[in-house]
């Protein structure tokens, strides 16, 4: 195996046990992936396939039934900070300020002082949230909000970055923006990122590789390369490269969804 | 008027008050009317005639003075010991299966039946009220904090692990700052709970303070007196419960941006 490869799984599944005396969900099948250093995965799958469950596997806030994840190396076995993860739910501290939020981690760490807000205050620069630092979560729009959770988790330098579905709930000129803006980050500060979604063209503009999943029990189906220079600008997006790999990946998605959607 | 709908700040103290008036008017007409007799409910001007002669003459400053303390004192001891084990019972559930059943059980013990018990082991000192405060409200409190810190956001929780929290900073900069609001709730009810306590524990061996004036009142059939000594208690609670809402709003101002 290569030495660049610094996120393995293998064969990781995932069954929750019946709810009140029900079948027990399986919600991931047997999963085998590699992800290398720097690399910028793209996860695509109908709702319900099991995207959350995997991300949480890798986070280490969910244990998987079979199989173990390595990073580096390490046989991950818990939470930790290596792993940054950006939430599919809006999870700010509301207690702290914008700033004190992307702090946190870096308090943990015991980070110093001066150091740690100048850490800070260039992540909320890099986030468009400057003017913003002194107010509450509650103050800020949905995006903003998301703006903050992406920063929090940058700022404390995580090995790899985990997103689940972070732009789900923005609209769609909100979304192609923070698109944008999460893309020019992982073009200067390269960083390993899986990235979870349910839409097709945030898929491939973000990644250079999309994987899909079937539709529950998920398992991955195909992994396709994305072969579009960076840096990348929107207009990638009317590019003929672009229109054939969203039709490749449209047809893949579409039977799976067709599935998720009756058979629930 | 829509369900809901908000009012302005104005005609709000404006209803408020217009509601004391009305109950003032009230009592004024069934005293001063003559449909009830003076023995059993004394007049608005007697009580204040009365309570001015209790503040003056015999001293009930001092009593009134007493009171407080006991309540503030035993209040302190009770959030004390119970907000960082109402904390601990939250946060891990072998803590909570171990004291949940027990304290459940305790908080339907009541306090002033303890009274009677509690003259006979600590006398009917300083230390006796304090400890019937102590009682009514430890488990309350305990159950209550330890109720909300069990419900705090999951998600929060996790995100807190994925920034790099261990065990311990999950309680204190997660935990405990998410709950604080709630805590400090709690302790808002729960002190004007103590209130009711404390007239119960000096309505019996007592030799000051207004739940013993209260008492002594009755045997000389002072109902104005026994009247102003309910009015004050009622005044004291509504300052303190103003100065407690007002310290959360400030100290927690996150919650209501
Ligand atoms: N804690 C749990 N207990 C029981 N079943 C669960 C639990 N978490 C998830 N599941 C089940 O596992 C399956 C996959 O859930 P998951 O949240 O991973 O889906 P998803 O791909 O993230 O969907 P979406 O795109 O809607 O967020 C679902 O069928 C769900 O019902
Ligand atoms: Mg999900």
């Known amino acids: 195996m290569p030495d660049n490869s610094e996120l393995v799984m293998k064969g990781v599944s995932r069954i929750f046990p019946g709810v009140r005396g029900g079948q027990p969900t399986e919600a991931l099948r047997p999963t085998d992936l590699t992800i290398e250093r720097n690399d910028f995965v793209s996860i695509l799958g109908p709702s319900g396939c099991g995207k959350s469950t995997l991300l949480r596997i890798v986070a280490g806030l969910d244990r998987p039934t079979t199989g173990t994840v390595t990073l580096e190396g390490q046989v991950i076995r818990g939470p930790g900070a290596d792993r940054g993860m950006v939430f599919q739910s809006y999870t700010l501290f509301p207690w702290l300020t914008i700033r004190d939020n992307v702090a946190f981690g870096l308090r943990e760490k015991g980070v110093p002082e001066r150091q740690k807000w100048e850490i800070v205050d260039s992540y909320i620069d890099k986030v468009g949230l400057r003017g913003f630092e002194n107010h509450w979560p509650k103050q800020l729009s949905g995006g903003m909000q998301q703006r903050t959770a992406i920063a929090r988790a940058i700022a404390n330098n995580p090995k790899i970055l985990l997103l689940d579905e972070p732009f789900g709930a923005l609209d769609n000129q909100t979304r192609g923006l923070m698109q944008e803006l999460l893309l020019g980050i992982w073009e200067r500060e390269q960083k390993t990122v899986i990235f979870v979604t349910h839409d097709i063209e945030e898929a491939i503009f973000m990644a250079s590789r999309v994987v899909t999943m079937t539709a529950r029990p998920g398992r991955i189906k195909s992994i396709t390369q994305v072969p579009l220079p960076h840096p990348r600008h929107y207009t990638v997006k009317a590019s003929p490269e672009f229109s054939e790999l969203r039709l490749k990946l449209t047809e893949e998605i579409r039977g799976e969804a067709i599935e998720a959607a009756t058979h629930g | ?257």
């Open chain 2, 1 to 257: 008027m829509h369900p809901l709908e908000p009012i302005s700040p104005r005609s709000r103290v404006l209803l408020g008050i217009l509601f004391f008036v009305l109950f003032i008017a009230g009592w004024s007409f069934a005293t001063f009317g003559g449909f009830v007799s003076k023995t059993f409910l004394a007049d608005p001007l007697t009580m204040l005639q009365d309570g001015w002669l209790l503040l003056t003459k015999q001293g009930f400053l001092w009593d009134i003075a007493i009171t407080v303390w006991r309540v503030v004192g035993g209040f302190i001891l009770a959030s004390l010991v119970a907000v960082p084990l109402g904390i601990a019972m939250g946060a891990y559930k072998p803590i909570e299966a171990l004291l949940e059943p027990f304290v459940s059980f305790a908080r339907y013990l009541p306090a002033s039946a303890f009274v009677p018990l509690l003259i006979l082991w600590a006398g009917i000192g300083e230390t006796q009220k304090l400890l019937v405060i102590f009682i009514g409200a430890v488990f309350q409190i305990i159950l209550m904090v330890a109720v909300s810190v069990s419900a705090t956001r999951r998600d929060l929780v996790e995100a807190a692990y994925t920034l790099g929290a261990g065990d311990n900073g999950i309680v204190r900069r997660v935990l405990i700052p998410a709950n604080a609001p709630d805590v400090a709730e709690t302790l808002r009810l729960v002190l004007g709970w103590a209130w009711t306590y404390v007239i119960v524990a000096e309505l019996i061996g007592a030799s000051s303070g207004i739940g013993y004036m209260i008492i002594n009142s009755q045997a000389l059939l002072a109902t104005g007196q026994i009247i102003f000594g309910i009015i004050v208690i009622g005044v004291i609670g509504l300052i303190s419960d103003f100065a407690f809402k007002s310290l959360n709003r400030w100290l927690f101002a996150w919650r209501l941006a």
